[in-house]
């Protein structure tokens, strides 16, 4: 057992007989080890990007908001007698009255 641990340390595994199946081994494993790799960076890209929408939503959202809130306050009616009073027009003291026409056949 001591000396199987020694042969791996001093790498006679590599120079043996049985050397191209432990190359092989070492081979696959690189090549798998390489392709975590890349799947972790493209796992965090993705969480990147994530982030950066939800954050770009949110500023959305909250603008979106504010300019509701200033439309609704601009279509108010003691903003618009307001605005309107400057101009010099005022609002009605006479009520609206309804129109009918009766068409003759």
Do not use: C
Request: glycine share 2%; net charge positive.
């Amino acid at each position: 057992m001591k000396e199987k641990i020694y042969n791996i340390i001093k790498g006679r595994f590599l120079v043996s007989d049985d050397t191209f199946k432990n190359w092989r081994f070492i081979v696959f494993f690189n090549l798998l080890f390489l392709i975590m790799i890349a799947s972790s960076h493209t796992a965090d890209k993705k969480v990147h990007r994530i982030a950066k929408l939800s954050n770009e939503a949110k500023e959305l959202k909250s603008e979106y908001l504010d300019v509701r809130k200033q439309l609704t306050q601009a279509k108010m009616e003691s903003k618009l007698t307001a605005v309107m009073s400057k101009t010099g027009l005022q609002t009605s003291t006479i009520p609206p009255q309804k129109i009918s026409i009766i068409k003759k056949q």
